[in-house]
């Protein structure tokens, strides 16, 4: 299922003729269309369409779910009165296609509605509107930075640990990158780049095998079990 959640400052469904327009300016033509649920109906290019319904009341996951530097302030969060939930429905695609159609139609939503923050339905996190847009427009093709969650947690030795969390929806596996805890920013871009590499090209990473940031560099891909205990094996990279 493709789902996406806004956070919203106001109990109120988006305009329909704004969002038209907003849709339109950021290159996804849109046409509104009546439904029997209630819900607001925009049919996309691809002839899906997106559902958006009113969910007036605070999203209940805010107050326990991870937050990470792309979040909105949590306290504004939480005090959100109200979020929409926005189904993809009619597009027999695969999941990754369906995504980024979604995450394009959530775009349009940013300047279309009073927005707080919002997330893809298989996230971790919600996003700021700007660093959502941001993430979108800069690779609307593939825009990893909101299809693929990154978690970070403290390892032994003066080292910390980067996870990605949305890969496995792709068929991918997941990263698991170490670095010292000063280059936690490096190991989270790596992480990225990765992530964007293997979701366009068909090429297997071998046990055993070297990566590298450059033509020097020799990181040992392992891989082993999930960090959390939990869900399959992961790839594992160190960082010096």
């Keep these: 299922m493709t789902l996406g959640f806004v956070l919203v400052r106001e109990a109120l469904l988006p305009n329909a003729e704004g969002l038209v327009a907003a849709a339109t300016a950021v290159g996804l033509p849109l046409k ?14 691809s002839g899906a369409v997106a559902l958006v319904s009113l969910m007036p009341a605070p999203h209940p996951d805010v107050p326990t779910m991870w937050w990470g530097p792309t979040s909105p302030d949590r306290e504004t969060a939480a005090k959100a009165p109200a979020h ?7 597009r027999a695609e695969g999941d990754r296609e369906n995504d980024v159609e979604l995450a394009r139609f959530l775009c349009a939503l940013t300047t279309a509605a009073p927005v707080v923050g919002m ?5 971790l ?4 509107p700007e660093f ?9 093709d593939l ?41 936690i920013n490096a190991a989270r871009e790596y992480a990225y780049m990765l992530c964007s590499w293997m979701l366009t090209e068909e090429y297997e990473l071998p046990t055993g095998d070297t990566l590298g940031r450059t033509s ?6 392992q891989r082993v079990p999930h960090p959390s205990g939990e869900g399959d094996e992961v790839i594992r990279l160190d960082l010096p």
């Design 84 to 90: 929409y939930i926005v189904m993809l429905t009619g």
């Design 32 to 45: 509104a269309t009546t439904t029997d649920s209630g819900a607001q109906g925009y049919t996309l290019p």
């Design 125 to 128: 996190t919600f996003h700021t």
């Design 119 to 123: 997330m893809m339905g298989h996230g």
């Design 143 to 183: 825009p990893t930075l909101v299809l693929v969650d990154i978690t970070w947690a403290r390892e032994a030795a003066g080292r910390a640990s980067v996870v990605t969390h949305g890969m496995s929806r792709y068929g991918k596996e997941e990263f698991y990158i170490t670095a010292p805890q000063a280059e």
């Design 216 to 221: 020097d560099e020799k990181l040992e891909i």
């Design 132 to 140: 959502f847009l941001a993430a979108v427009k800069s690779n609307r």
